[in-house]
């Protein structure tokens, strides 16, 4: 089989909101086990934070990535990947300001300083290469999603090969950044490709809402075909992992 699955999920930050990490990441290790995505783009999540999910995962998952602060420090967009199936060739950390190689830079009225990580991949198994591109984008700041979706469209276009991007892009998709990203960009969204659920991504532990707005996307570029999608909503004792639901797509090459 050719086909690989990719998740994007906002792990959601230790933050006092009577949600606490020690309760939700065995239920957010419990959700990626199951589901087992080969390629998984996080947001938010502290160093303390992914150390112990990955520790909860089956050995074959490693991360990477760095603090929005400068090494470890702030919420990372850290990549977490199956070593069995994809084998790591290049990881670039940049901020999404007017300095993208200034460590914690911050532009055009942030809330703090973001970053995106941007991974060069070879499938193990099919010898193809693919590029992910992982980032969360400001909530307050619409000039800073527009120039940030700029700055990635730099990144994508310097690629050598087939494109992903996974992102909490904290706008649905009737936005100007989607346009950016999918008219302009020419990139897919996966769940346009192939519908699952209509509900919303963003729940504030309040769970599933048909209708709501999905702020969490994986977008493809060309060589790559969206076999299924699904927004995973599990939860254990009614206690959600994060505030957001993570998103899935199952791919597959297409030449």
């Known amino acids: 089989m050719s086909d690989f699955s990719v998740m994007s999920f906002n792990l959601r930050y230790p933050a006092l909101d009577g949600h606490p990490v020690a309760v939700r990441l065995p239920i957010a290790a419990e959700l990626i086990a199951a589901a087992h995505p080969h390629l998984i783009g996080t947001q938010e999540g502290e160093l303390d934070q992914l150390e112990r999910l990955i520790e909860l995962l089956p050995d074959e998952y490693v991360w990477l990535g760095e603090g929005h602060s400068g090494g470890n420090s702030g919420e990372f967009t850290a990549v977490v990947y199956d070593s069995?199936?994809?084998?790591?060739?290049?990881?670039?950390?940049?901020?999404?300001?007017?300095?993208?190689?200034?460590?914690?830079?911050?532009?055009?009225g942030v809330s703090h300083a973001r970053t995106l990580t941007t991974v060069d991949f070879t499938d193990l198994i099919t010898g193809h290469r693919v590029r992910l591109l992982n980032t969360h984008l400001d909530h307050k700041s619409e000039r800073a999603r527009l120039e940030s979706a700029k700055l990635m469209a730099v990144k994508i276009a310097e690629a050598s090969d087939r494109v992903l991007v996974t992102g909490d892009f904290n706008v649905s998709t009737d936005s100007?950044?989607?346009?950016?990203?999918?008219?302009?960009?020419?990139?897919?969204?996966?769940?346009?490709?192939?519908?699952?659920?209509?509900?919303?991504?963003?729940?504030?532990?309040?769970?599933?809402?048909?209708?709501?707005?999905?702020?969490?996307?994986?977008?493809?570029?060309?060589?790559?075909e969206t076999r299924s999608t699904r927004i995973n909503t599990h939860a254990r004792g009614g206690e959600y992992p994060s505030d957001h639901f993570p998103v899935e797509a199952v791919l597959d090459y297409v030449d």
């Open 84 to 108: 069995s199936r994809f084998e790591m060739q290049a990881v670039d950390i940049s901020w999404l300001s007017e300095s993208p190689e200034t460590i914690a830079s911050e532009s055009w």
């Open 176 to 224: 100007e950044v989607y346009d950016c990203l999918c008219t302009e960009l020419g990139l897919v969204d996966t769940a346009v490709a192939a519908p699952g659920e209509d509900i919303g991504t963003f729940h504030r532990y309040r769970g599933p809402r048909p209708g709501g707005a999905r702020i969490d996307w994986i977008l493809v570029g060309p060589g790559l």
